[in-house]
């Protein structure tokens, strides 16, 4: 916890509305925005811009079911400029039957902005809006940073849905 604040002294790192509240020993806890997209396609395609509903959790909370994706975000805003920043779900989370993210824990040097979540559950849950749903630890890098991320996911504030179709080269007629 002491690194991480230095860090932030250091201008190394930033997190948009930082609270010691949410500083745990290795991490910090970052909170799941009432904000969610969920896929309308029954069979999403990778080489489109898939099509989506949008919803807001109340406060009363929303039930997550099994079998569907919701992509969420987190309410903090990050800066990474000379680290690998990696999320994960909390612990308390995980033993909910609640996956925080696919496959895409890891950040990239230089990353700047919110975090879209790829959120997915066991059975049906309740989750509630402003909840700490994630953390976000940062790793070193051996050698000199030669590139920092400028891909299309830079700068995100709003909740990002699968870009790959933009890199997709279609053989379709």
């Known amino acids: 916890s002491e690194r991480i604040i230095?860090?932030?002294d250091d201008g190394e790192i930033l997190i948009q509305d930082?609270?010691?509240?949410?500083?745990?020993p290795n991490s910090y806890n970052l909170r799941l925005h009432p904000t969610l997209k969920v896929y309308n396609e029954?069979?999403?395609?990778?080489?489109?811009?898939?099509?989506?509903e949008e919803l807001t959790i109340p406060k009363e909370?929303?039930?997550?079911?099994p079998g569907r994706l919701y992509l969420g975000r987190t309410f903090e805003y990050t800066e990474t400029y000379s680290?690998?920043?990696k999320i994960d779900g909390r612990s308390s989370v995980g033993r909910l039957g609640i996956f925080v993210h696919i496959t895409a824990g890891f950040g990239d040097i230089g990353y700047k902005g919110t975090w879209t979540l790829e959120l997915a559950c066991i059975q049906p849950v309740r989750i509630y809006?402003?909840?700490?749903?994630?953390?976000i630890s940062y790793h070193e890098i051996a050698g000199r940073i030669t590139q920092r991320y400028q891909g299309k996911y830079q700068g995100a504030r709003e909740i990002q849905t699968c870009q790959l179709f933009k890199d997709f080269v279609s053989v379709k007629e």
């Open 83 to 85: 680290f690998v920043p």
């Open 6 to 8: 230095q860090m932030i």
């Open 18 to 24: 930082f609270s010691m509240d949410r500083l745990n």
């Open 61 to 65: 909370g929303l039930v997550l079911e």
């Open 42 to 52: 029954a069979v999403l395609d990778m080489a489109v811009n898939n099509h989506y």
């Open 129 to 135: 809006p402003m909840v700490g749903i994630c953390q």
